[in-house]
């Protein structure tokens, strides 16, 4: 489980300032973490959260949709 800050912590001795990822942390750690809402979960295989996903697959299917139209329409 990965997360990413939201604020500066400390954890283990080590000082993650904000929007570091944390990757060596333990699930109870982690949920803990996040339940103080210090920190939100990122999905482990994109290192980017939900939220960022889809705001980036959004973007892409507005650009694709635009060219298409470009193409279809000689814009």
Known sequence: MSIKCLEN???????YNKDDIITSITKDEAIR???????????????????????????KYKRNRLSEMERKYGF
């Open 33 to 59: 973490l996040i339940n103080l809402e210090v920190a939100i979960k990122i999905d482990d295989k994109f290192k980017s959260t939900r939220k960022d996903l889809r705001k980036v697959f959004a973007n």
């Open 9 to 15: 912590i400390s954890h283990d001795g080590v000082k």
